[in-house]
C-alpha cells in the first residue's frame, strides 16, 4: 500500500493563516551584507553589551557547586525568585508596589504577549491598538484570530462607540494595548492626560490594559511619564486592583539572546498566565535567568547609563540628518527616546516601493510603515531606527534617502 504524500498548505487550522512572515526579521538579513545602511532593525547595538559581566555570570555560576545543577535543571514556571525580587524592587522604583506572587517570567516580553493574546482573546473580540502599532504585538495576537480597533488616544471617541462596534463584530473589547514610552514605531510617548483617560476607558469597558514597556529606560530628555500601571495602581487602591498587565524586558537594556523578560499583574492574571507559560515551554531557561539576575543586580543602573548616552548621540544625529536631508514635504517625530523615528512621506508616495529603489540604487534600508497597522495601511509612512549606526553612517543614509525622495517626487 501507498499513500498520497500530505498536503501541508491543507492541513494547518485556520489560525494558520493569520501568521505571517515579519518584514522588519526579513529585512534583518540585509545587516550581514556590510555595503547596506540600515535603518531597518529596532535592536541594541552589540558593542554595548555588557559582555564581560555576562561571561563571568556564567562562570561563577558554573563553578559553584551549590548552583551549576539547579542551573542546568529544570525549574518552576514562574521564574527564578531571586531575579523576580530584583523585578519586585525595580517596579516599585516605577511607582508599582507587588511581591513574586505579581511576577512571571517570560522569554521576552514576545512571549508575553503572546500568552496575553491566548488568554484574553477569542475569536471575533477586539483589540485595540494605536494606528501604528507594534508590529510584534499583531504577529503574537493573529492566531487568536481578534479584529483590530483604533485606540484613539486623545480622540473624541465614546465608549459605546467601541464597545458599540465590538458587538457589531460578534465579540467584545478584549483588551487595550499600547507602547505607551517610545513606541516602536512612531517613537512617540503618550502624555500623562492620555494615559489617565485610556484608564477610564477601560473602566468604562471592563477590559484590560497591556502596557508594553520595552522601550521605557531608555529616555534621553523630557520629563518622564509615570506608567500606566503605576496610575492604574494608585487610582484602584493596589496591584491586586488594577487591571493592567505590565510587560517589560531586559532586551533592550542589557541583552536580548537571554530571553528573559516579564509581566506584573494581579495575582490572579498572572497565575492564569503561569498555566499558559507551563504549556508553552514549562519555564524559562534557568541558567540563563541566573546569570541575568546577577547581571542586573551588578550593571542595571551603570549600563543603562551607558546605552542612553550612546542613542541619544544617534537620536540627535538622526534628527539633524532629516532636517539637512529631507525634502519640503517629508515630516517626522521627534522621538525623547526610543530607537526609532517615523517619517511621512509625502501622499502618494509608497514606503514599500521607495524602499526597493532604496536598496537597489543607494544601499540603504528602513521598515516601510504599512505593517504597523491592524486595520488599513498608511503606505507612504517609513520607520527608521538609529540604534545601530554611528553618526557617520546615519548622515550618509539619510543623505542618500533624501535625494532618492527628490528623484521620486521629481519622477525620476
Not at 513606541?183 to 469597558?205: H, I, K, M
Not at 496591584?239 to 494581579?266: D, N
Not at 514599500?352 to 504597523?372: D, H, N, Q, S, Y
Amino acid at each position: 500500500m501507498s499513500a498520497e504524500n500530505i498536503v501541508w498548505k491543507d492541513s494547518f487550522a485556520k489560525r494558520a493563516s493569520r501568521m505571517n512572515a515579519s518584514e522588519i526579521r526579513e529585512l534583518l538579513k540585509l545587516l550581514d551584507q556590510p555595503d547596506v545602511i540600515s535603518f531597518a532593525g529596532g535592536i541594541p547595538d552589540p558593542a554595548l553589551f555588557p559582555t564581560g559581566v555576562v561571561e563571568q555570570a556564567y562562570a561563577r555560576i558554573l563553578a559553584d557547586p551549590a548552583r551549576s545543577g539547579p542551573s542546568l535543571q529544570y525549574s518552576v514556571s514562574e521564574g527564578y525568585a531571586p531575579l523576580r525580587a530584583w523585578i519586585v524592587r525595580h517596579m516599585a522604583a516605577l511607582g508599582v508596589p507587588c511581591d513574586i506572587g505579581n511576577i512571571v517570567i517570560t522569554a521576552g516580553s514576545q512571549q508575553g504577549l503572546d500568552f496575553i493574546g491566548k488568554l484574553f482573546l477569542s475569536p471575533g473580540d477586539t483589540a485595540l491598538v494605536t494606528a501604528p502599532t507594534y508590529l510584534g504585538a499583531l504577529q503574537a495576537f493573529n492566531p487568536y484570530e481578534p479584529r483590530y480597533d483604533t485606540l484613539a488616544l486623545g480622540g473624541n471617541r465614546t465608549p459605546d462607540s467601541y464597545r458599540e462596534a465590538a458587538a457589531a463584530a460578534g465579540g467584545r473589547v478584549g483588551l487595550a494595548y499600547l507602547v505607551p514610552d517610545f513606541s516602536n514605531p512612531s517613537g512617540e510617548t503618550v502624555p500623562l492626560a492620555e494615559r489617565l483617560a485610556l484608564l477610564d476607558l477601560a473602566a468604562a469597558l471592563d477590559t484590560l490594559v497591556v502596557e508594553d514597556a520595552a522601550y521605557q529606560a531608555l529616555r534621553y530628555d523630557g520629563e518622564p511619564v509615570r506608567a500606566i500601571q503605576a496610575l492604574d495602581v494608585e487610582r484602584s487602591g493596589g496591584i491586586e486592583q488594577c487591571r493592567t498587565l505590565y510587560c517589560g524586558t531586559f532586551s533592550k537594556t542589557l541583552v536580548p539572546a537571554l530571553r528573559v523578560g516579564w509581566i506584573c499583574g494581579p495575582s490572579a492574571a498572572i497565575a492564569k498566565i503561569v498555566l499558559a507559560k507551563q504549556a508553552a515551554d514549562l519555564h524559562s531557561p534557568t541558567i540563563n535567568q541566573m546569570v541575568m539576575h546577577e547581571v542586573a543586580a551588578a550593571v542595571y543602573d551603570a549600563q543603562v547609563e551607558k546605552i542612553r548616552k550612546v542613542y541619544h548621540q544617534r537620536r540627535d544625529a538622526m534628527l539633524a540628518a532629516l532636517a539637512r536631508h529631507m525634502p519640503e514635504g517629508v515630516t517626522w517625530t521627534r522621538p525623547e527616546g526610543g530607537m526609532f523615528v517615523w517619517v511621512s512621506l509625502p501622499e502618494g508616495m509608497s514606503g514599500a516601493a521607495l524602499l526597493a529603489r532604496a536598496i537597489a540604487e543607494c544601499r540603504v534600508a528602513f521598515v516601510p510603515g504599512g505593517a504597523f497597522y491592524g486595520e488599513g495601511r498608511c503606505d507612504n509612512r517609513l520607520r527608521l531606527s538609529y540604534s545601530l549606526s554611528d553618526p557617520g553612517q546615519i548622515e550618509a543614509g539619510i543623505g542618500r534617502l533624501g535625494a532618492l525622495i527628490r528623484q521620486v517626487r521629481a519622477g525620476a
